[in-house]
C-alpha cells in the first residue's frame, strides 16, 4: 500500500498542436484539387492542341490544363494569381477590385446581422418571459427558416426592391442594400432567437427563486441573472448567424442585377464563363467568412474572460 502511495502519478499528457495535422489536411486537399484539376480540363487541352495541329506529350498536356484561361476548374495557383492581381495590384476604389465587391457584401452582412441580433434579442425575450408567446410564436420562428432561401430570397429582394426604389422614393443603390439587409436579417435573427432563448432559461431555479427572494423583478432578473447566463450561448449563436448573414447578401445580390458585390461578380463570372473569377469570388467569400466567425469567437472569448466564466 505504501509502495502504491509512493508511486507517482504520471503527469497529463500536454494537448497537441491542431498546426500539424490542419497543414497534413490542406496539403492532401490541394494534392487532390490538382489531380482534379487535370483530369477535368484535360478534354479541353486535346481539343485546344488538336485545333492547333499538335500531338502534345504528357509534360505538355499537363501544363496546359494549369495554365487554360477558362477551364472548369482552376488550379489552385490560378486562384491565389487572380486574388492577388485583383486585390493588391488594383486600387481599392476599383470596380474590378475584389476589396471593393467584398466590402459592399460586408456592409450588407453586418446591416443584416445587426438587425438579425436585435431582432432576435427581442423575440427570445418575449418568447422567455411570455408563455402564450412560446407556443405561438417558437413555432413560427422555426417554421421561417423551412423555406429554402433560394427560393424566398428572389420574392423578398424584388419586391422590396422595387417597393423601395418606386414608391419609397429611395436610390437604386440604397434599395439594394436595404433589400440585401432583410435577406441577412431573415437568416440571421433565427440562430441568435434560438441561442438566446436556450441561454435565458439555463439559470437554475433555484437561482431565479434566490433573486425573488432579494425583491428583484423582471427587469432586473433579466440583465443580472439571466443574460450573464445567456452570454456563452449568444456569441456561440452569433458565429452561426454572421457567417449566413453573408451567405444572404450574396444571395440578395444576385435578383436585383447589382453591379457591385460579391454576389455581383460570380454573377458576371458565369455569364462571360471566367471560372477563374467566380472561384477567386468564392475563396474570397470564405475567407470573409472565417473573419468574421474569428472576431465574433475573439469578442466572445473576451466576454466569458471578464465574467471569470472560462477556466
Given at each position: 500500500?505504501?509502495?502504491?502511495?509512493a508511486?507517482?502519478h504520471?503527469?497529463?499528457?500536454?494537448?497537441k498542436g491542431?498546426l500539424?495535422?490542419?497543414l497534413?489536411v490542406?496539403l492532401?486537399l490541394?494534392?487532390?484539387?490538382y489531380?482534379g484539376a487535370?483530369?477535368?480540363n484535360?478534354t479541353?487541352?486535346r481539343?485546344a492542341?488538336?485545333?492547333a495541329?499538335?500531338?502534345?506529350?504528357a509534360s505538355?498536356l499537363?501544363l496546359?490544363?494549369?495554365a487554360?484561361?477558362?477551364p472548369l476548374?482552376p488550379a489552385?495557383?490560378q486562384?491565389v494569381a487572380?486574388i492577388w492581381?485583383s486585390t493588391?495590384l488594383?486600387?481599392?476604389?476599383?470596380?474590378?477590385?475584389?476589396?471593393y465587391?467584398?466590402?459592399?457584401t460586408?456592409s450588407?452582412?453586418l446591416a443584416?446581422?445587426?438587425s438579425?441580433?436585435l431582432?432576435g434579442?427581442i423575440l427570445?425575450?418575449?418568447?422567455?418571459h411570455?408563455p402564450?408567446?412560446?407556443?405561438?410564436?417558437?413555432?413560427?420562428?422555426?417554421?421561417s427558416?423551412?423555406i429554402p432561401?433560394?427560393a424566398?430570397?428572389?420574392m423578398?429582394?424584388?419586391?422590396?426592391?422595387n417597393?423601395?426604389?418606386?414608391q419609397m422614393?429611395?436610390?437604386?443603390?440604397t434599395s439594394r442594400f436595404?433589400?440585401k439587409?432583410?435577406?441577412?436579417?431573415?437568416?440571421s435573427?433565427?440562430?441568435?432567437?434560438?441561442?438566446?432563448?436556450?441561454?435565458?432559461?439555463?439559470p437554475d431555479?433555484?437561482?431565479?427563486?434566490?433573486?425573488r427572494?432579494y425583491s428583484a423583478?423582471?427587469?432586473?432578473?433579466f440583465?443580472?441573472?439571466?443574460m450573464?447566463a445567456a452570454l456563452?450561448?449568444?456569441f456561440a449563436?452569433?458565429q452561426?448567424?454572421?457567417?449566413?448573414?453573408?451567405?444572404g447578401?450574396?444571395?440578395?445580390?444576385l435578383?436585383?442585377?447589382?453591379?457591385?458585390?460579391?454576389?455581383?461578380r460570380?454573377l458576371?463570372g458565369s455569364y462571360?464563363g471566367?471560372?477563374v473569377q467566380?472561384?477567386?469570388?468564392?475563396i474570397a467569400?470564405s475567407v470573409l467568412?472565417?473573419?468574421?466567425?474569428?472576431m465574433?469567437?475573439?469578442?466572445?472569448?473576451?466576454?466569458?474572460?471578464?465574467?471569470?466564466l472560462?477556466?
Amino acid at each position: 500500500m505504501t509502495a502504491l502511495a509512493a508511486t507517482p502519478h504520471p503527469l497529463p499528457a500536454k494537448p497537441k498542436g491542431k498546426l500539424v495535422p490542419v497543414l497534413v489536411v490542406t496539403l492532401a486537399l490541394i494534392a487532390l484539387w490538382y489531380v482534379g484539376a487535370y483530369f477535368m480540363n484535360a478534354t479541353l487541352a486535346r481539343d485546344a492542341f488538336l485545333r492547333a495541329k499538335k500531338e502534345p506529350t504528357a509534360s505538355e498536356l499537363l501544363l496546359a490544363t494549369y495554365a487554360m484561361d477558362r477551364p472548369l476548374l482552376p488550379a489552385p495557383h490560378q486562384i491565389v494569381a487572380e486574388i492577388w492581381k485583383s486585390t493588391a495590384l488594383t486600387p481599392v476604389t476599383s470596380k474590378k477590385s475584389l476589396v471593393y465587391h467584398s466590402w459592399i457584401t460586408l456592409s450588407a452582412t453586418l446591416a443584416g446581422f445587426l438587425s438579425g441580433a436585435l431582432l432576435g434579442l427581442i423575440l427570445a425575450a418575449a418568447i422567455v418571459h411570455v408563455p402564450s408567446l412560446d407556443r405561438s410564436l417558437m413555432p413560427w420562428v422555426i417554421a421561417s427558416q423551412t423555406i429554402p432561401i433560394v427560393a424566398i430570397a428572389p420574392m423578398i429582394v424584388v419586391v422590396g426592391y422595387n417597393l423601395m426604389n418606386g414608391q419609397m422614393g429611395f436610390s437604386t443603390d440604397t434599395s439594394r442594400f436595404i433589400a440585401k439587409a432583410l435577406i441577412s436579417t431573415y437568416l440571421s435573427f433565427f440562430p441568435i432567437t434560438v441561442g438566446l432563448v436556450k441561454g435565458l432559461r439555463s439559470p437554475d431555479t433555484i437561482l431565479v427563486d434566490l433573486m425573488r427572494t432579494y425583491s428583484a423583478n423582471r427587469w432586473q432578473t433579466f440583465w443580472k441573472l439571466r443574460m450573464p447566463a445567456a452570454l456563452p450561448f449568444l456569441f456561440a449563436s452569433m458565429q452561426v448567424a454572421i457567417a449566413i448573414s453573408l451567405v444572404g447578401a450574396i444571395v440578395g445580390e444576385l435578383p436585383t442585377g447589382a453591379s457591385a458585390g460579391i454576389g455581383a461578380r460570380l454573377l458576371a463570372g458565369s455569364y462571360y464563363g471566367q471560372t477563374v473569377q467566380i472561384w477567386s469570388a468564392l475563396i474570397a467569400a470564405s475567407v470573409l467568412a472565417a473573419l468574421l466567425v474569428w472576431m465574433v469567437s475573439l469578442g466572445g472569448t473576451a466576454v466569458v474572460k471578464r465574467m471569470g466564466l472560462a477556466r
